[in-house]
């Protein structure tokens, strides 16, 4: 079933290539076949022809999701430790007097618990 859509898909390209939403779909088919690197090629053709389309951004922010996301995680983890960065971020914006004693991340301005 896949190779036949496949098919239509590659014969739709051809007959439009300027068109983004053709380059997409062509891009998500061959990524759930495991082609990867053409996905990537066929989401940047996309976003070539349309610059200011979110779905080429999006499909190629899914397409390395899997790569950077673990990488990042870890490195937030051993940036402030428990705390999310987000966590980190909203509790050094109460005013002391909000924070009420409560213990905040390594290296934020909040006070200790006594």
Known sequence: ML???A???IAEVR????????WLTLGDDLL????????RECYTR?????PNNRAPYQA?????APLIGPALA?????????WSGTAAFLFNRLKPQEQNGRQGPPGST???VR
């Open 60 to 64: 190629l922010a899914a397409l390395y």
């Open 15 to 22: 007959a439009n290539p300027r068109n983004p939403g053709v």
């Open 32 to 39: 759930k076949a495991g082609e990867r690197e053409r996905a």
């Open 7 to 9: 098919a239509s898909v």
């Open 110 to 112: 909040g006070t200790k």
């Open 3 to 5: 190779a036949l859509k």
């Open 74 to 82: 870890e490195w937030e983890r051993r940036r402030v430790g428990p």
């Open 46 to 50: 996309a976003l070539r022809l349309d």
